[in-house]
């Protein structure tokens, strides 16, 4: 088994050599970015690619071609995928329209297809991202991945491919009592040098099954675990330890860029991907900077996206920056989608975090809380034998702490949560937030009421 992982090592090295090592360039490149930064050395190479694609994007890109002149980050307008999605034409650089690219298509959590265009440098930008962020946690090239997400027809790769790059895909469509049972099976008999990459929510499914058969620790060595695609809770981080005998991190990504940050092993804070974006936190509703040390939209530049430059990208997603001892900047959260947090009773913002406070109950398989309008909300649970329905009360009182005293707070017992098209399950949606004039007013951190 170790031979045929220094094998497939060896292989995707060598090819990488003929082809140009290209990928190898940008590996070498971004270790010395994140290790350096941000040192005047590694800002400069990211200021230089900053500079280069804000000239491409004003000469080559309609959408942007009315800033030649004035080619300062700040002149480009904050887009987002909306925006995007409906002048797409409009984004496509000039330089690009015959040459070969690849197609990214995303469902998001909102349901509505996106897609998007990467360049043959963009993509093997991306590859040296993920290797790189990949070995600070503990893997190699050529060895077991299993990774748990939803394989549809874009991402599912052949029987060919997946065994030259030494992955396990299980879609987390298929994820049943029977398919975990099956997955744990094969999991725990791998003697390889292994690692896992995961939606949150399929490994919190894993471990609610462990827990339902009062299951032991598994007999295997595991080398790293990664969650993606949804928030990390303690549930999860605990359900690691104990039955991996293993460390998780969060990894902050998405499918129309790659990965923008993620968590060093025993650290909560994100190291940000400055080799491969620039990154800004805006304030919640207009576009100028949040004030230091508060939440903001996460708004990010692909630094490597020639084919369809996304500048100044409003990802959707909330986040807080602050600065190291040694001065870099990390995310020192991410809250998530803005559509995804509460409001109480008083109007104020409430993290989508209190979600997880839910797992303190047993026999709670599935959750998903609904804010309707009037202080209405409604908890979703599909329960196990093992739920005690005399804790009905208790559940609602816990969540008026958050929701407030005033809250209307129904259970409505389901079947079933269905998952969304790309595989997740919608944890939060607020119909609220939606239909408020409050997603037009000012926000302030104040109103920002965040429970860890």
């Not at 070498?28 to 694609?53: C, G, H, M, S, V």
């Not at 994007?57 to 980050?73: C, D, H, K, M, W």
């Not at 946690?137 to 874009?154: I, P, S």
């Not at 576009?287 to 100044?312: K, W």
């Amino acid at each position: 088994m170790k031979v045929l992982e220094f094998a497939r090592k060896v292989l995707f090295w060598t090819a990488d050599f003929f082809k140009g090592g290209n990928i190898r360039r940008h590996l070498n490149e971004i270790a010395f970015i994140q290790t350096n930064y941000p040192n005047e050395k590694a800002k400069k190479i990211e200021w230089a690619y900053l500079r280069d694609l804000l000239e491409h994007s004003a000469e080559t890109v309609p959408f942007y071609e009315n800033l030649q002149g004035r080619v300062v980050l700040e002149n480009f307008p904050v887009v987002d995928k909306a925006y995007i999605r409906d002048h797409f034409d409009l984004f496509k650089s000039k330089k690009y329209i015959d040459k070969k690219k690849h197609k990214v298509s995303t469902s998001g959590s909102t349901g509505n297809p996106f897609c998007i265009y990467h360049n043959k440098t963009k993509r093997e930008r991306n590859t040296a991202d993920t290797i790189y962020f990949a070995k600070k946690n503990g893997f190699e090239v050529g060895a077991r991945l299993y990774y748990l997400r939803l394989w549809d027809k874009q991402y599912k790769k052949s029987g060919w491919l997946s065994w030259m790059q030494n992955i396990d895909m299980q879609s987390v469509d298929h994820l049943g009592d029977k398919e975990i049972a099956a997955w744990l099976n094969k999991f725990e008999k791998d003697s390889s040098t292994k690692s896992l990459l995961a939606y949150t929510s399929a490994l919190q499914s894993i471990f609610k099954f462990l827990e339902a058969k009062k299951a032991k620790p598994l007999n295997t060595k595991v080398n790293s675990v990664i969650a993606i695609a949804e928030g990390l809770d303690d549930y999860v981080r605990n359900g690691v330890q104990k039955y991996f005998n293993a460390e998780i991190v969060s990894r902050y990504s998405n499918s129309e860029n790659g990965i923008i940050a993620q968590q060093d092993i025993g650290k909560r804070k994100f190291e940000i991907n400055w080799a491969s974006y620039h990154v800004e936190i805006l304030d919640l509703n207009h576009d100028v900077p949040a004030e230091n040390g508060e939440s903001g939209r996460i708004v990010i530049t692909d630094l490597f996206n020639y084919c369809m430059p996304m500048v100044r990208y409003d990802t959707g997603d909330i986040g807080r920056m602050e600065m190291e001892s040694d001065g870099s900047l990390v995310f020192s959260k991410i809250e998530g989608r803005k559509m995804d947090m509460f409001t109480n009773t008083k109007g104020e913002y409430v993290s989508s975090h209190i979600v997880h406070h839910i797992l303190q109950f047993n026999g709670i398989d599935q959750f998903q809380f609904i804010e309707e309008e009037n202080n209405d909300y409604i908890i979703k649970l599909k329960v196990s034998g093992d739920f005690n329905y005399e804790n009905e009360e208790k559940l609602k009182n816990r969540y008026k702490e958050y929701f407030g005293e005033d809250a209307n707070i129904m259970i409505e017992y389901v079947n079933d949560i269905p998952l969304l098209p790309s595989g997740k399950r919608k944890l939060v949606i607020n119909k609220a937030i939606k239909n408020s004039n409050r997603t037009t007013e000012k926000v302030k951190e104040s109103d920002l009421k965040t429970f860890n």
